[in-house]
């Protein structure tokens, strides 16, 4: 019964590593990047329409979009993106989050969407 068992389980993992083997991995393919790229890009689109950021905001973001795009372009030039290109690309994406962020978050609005920057908020003074 221990060898049924056993055979059975050896031939379940030699079929794996036959179907593993069987399916070649596009080494152009980036699907973490593309995604992440995808995220920022609704993240920027989410701020502009609520007014979070203003359109020199939105226009430096998109320059910071355009040197990843770039960097992924120029990664995949020899036919292989490699692990030292998407770490380095992986980098250049953590800082354009960081810069998202920092940008939807730093209480200069467009809440008119005119095209200019709204008076900073200022506390209310309830009470006072």
Partial sequence: MKIHALLTSL???A???VFAQ???KDPLATPKIDQREANM???VEQGVA???LTPHETKRLNREDAVVDRAQAHAA???VVTA???KR???LQQAQSKDVRQQKHDRQTDLNHNGKRDRKHRASTAGS
């Fill in 89 to 91: 690309i992986g980098h």
């Fill in 22 to 24: 069987g399916t070649p």
């Fill in 50 to 52: 609520s007014g979070q």
């Fill in 11 to 13: 031939v379940l993992l």
């Fill in 84 to 86: 030292k290109e998407r």
């Fill in 15 to 17: 079929s794996g590593a």
């Fill in 77 to 79: 030039a020899d036919g």
């Fill in 41 to 43: 890009e609704k993240r």
